[in-house]
């Protein structure tokens, strides 16, 4: 086990910066995930830190040791593809132990490593079947297996559930956790598929074209996103995005925010950095809507509705904004497209965001606690 820790890492193809400047630090035993769209950074990144790139500057620490310069090998990293890379004509065992006989370890050690290995990965009775006699999860346990093997400080995995299909993702995302819990080492997992990213991190990195958007646990990510761009990518589905205009400080202390074709809604943010006119975004996660048909002729228009069984999801037109809100209902939920509906929300589940994309912090709570409910009507 290690730490690791990432001192203004720059990385540029061609004079293209595709890490301008990273600065992070996984400590010992953590789990943490690299997560964000498709040319984000996150693979480059890992591969900076295997030894597989070279940094354009930047320092790269494991353990407190300077690594910059080392080889994979010295560094003492086992890193798992995406895809499995495993050789057809050997048999999980000799797969297993492949590097361990190209670092020239004796056989005795060899044997105990990877009988080892494979009694941690429930490899133990299939050492002598070849690739194609296993299915797709258990040959990415063979090469996480060969990965492990070498007893590395770190583990790093690099996408390596995407070529499965998804109930066996599910089943693999249980062993990789498994994995963690009983061997208790630093492992680094990068994926594009948040739902991965919420399941097995300790700590998630969120990466924005090769910069930190933010790092955190996963509560801490869903909960108090720090930015919109976090706010979009964590969840599923995402935040409601809307845009808004700061109208004016409530008795209670809270701030009206006026939404086009929507109405007025309190946020218990603090917009004390912001004057009434300065445009701003409301996000509001689809579980903390509240929804009633509309009895009269205003309201909102519902244009679908997703049954999936324990949920359904509601989607909401708003007029002047491209995506519809989405809210999260019971079921059954009553409703039906081309109704009208009316939505509402408590301040405090309100995010605001101002005009640079930053999240704005919560507003301190009054002493007697009372929270008001903001119903947004929309206008005629």
């Known amino acids: ?199 097995l991190a300790d700590k998630i990195v969120v990466l924005n074209r090769g910069k930190v958007e933010q790092v955190g646990t996963p509560y801490e990510l869903y909960e108090t996103p720090a930015s919109l761009f976090v706010a979009g990518f964590i969840g599923s589905p995402k935040m409601n995005l809307v845009p808004g205009t700061i109208a004016e400080t409530a008795a209670d202390g809270t701030t009206g925010v006026d939404v086009a074709g929507w109405g007025r809604l309190l946020v218990n943010r603090d917009t004390s950095s912001l004057q009434s006119g300065d445009q701003v975004t409301l996000g509001i996660r689809p579980e903390h809507m509240q929804l009633e048909i509309s009895t009269s002729a205003s309201g909102l228009d519902v244009v679908n509705v997703e049954y999936l069984g324990n949920e359904a999801y509601v989607y909401v037109a708003l007029p002047g904004v491209e995506e519809p809100i989405v809210v999260r209902q019971p079921v059954p939920c009553g409703v039906q497209p081309g109704q009208r509906v009316s939505l509402s929300a408590e301040p405090q589940c309100v995010h605001l965001f101002n005009s640079d994309g930053l999240a704005l912090g919560a507003r301190a709570q009054a002493e007697n606690g009372t929270e008001a409910m903001a119903t947004a009507v929309r206008r005629a």
């Open 1 to 199: 086990m290690a730490s690791v820790e990432l001192n203004k890492i720059n990385k540029t193809f061609g004079g293209v910066e595709v890490i301008p400047g990273v600065d992070l630090r996984i400590e010992d035993g953590e789990f943490v995930v690299f997560v964000g769209p498709s040319g984000c950074g996150k693979s480059t990144l890992l591969r900076l830190i295997a030894g597989l790139e070279d940094p354009t500057s930047g320092d790269i620490l494991i353990d407190n040791d300077l690594v910059t310069d080392l080889s994979p090998k010295e560094r003492g990293v086992g890193m798992v593809f995406q895809s499995y890379a495993l050789y057809p004509h050997m048999s999980v065992y000799e797969n297993i132990a492949f590097g361990l006989k190209l670092g020239k370890a004796n056989k005795h050690k060899v044997r105990e490593w990877v009988e080892k290995t494979a009694e941690v990965l429930q490899l133990d009775k299939l050492m002598n079947r070849k690739p194609r006699e296993l299915s797709g999860g258990q040959r990415q346990r063979v090469a996480i297996g060969r990965a492990m093997a070498r007893e590395p400080k770190i583990m790093l995995f690099d996408e390596p559930l995407s070529n499965l299909d998804a109930s066996l993702r599910v089943q693999m995302r249980t062993e990789i956790a498994k994995l963690h819990d009983r061997l208790k080492s630093t492992m680094i997992y990068v994926t594009h598929d948040q739902v991965e990213a919420m399941t």
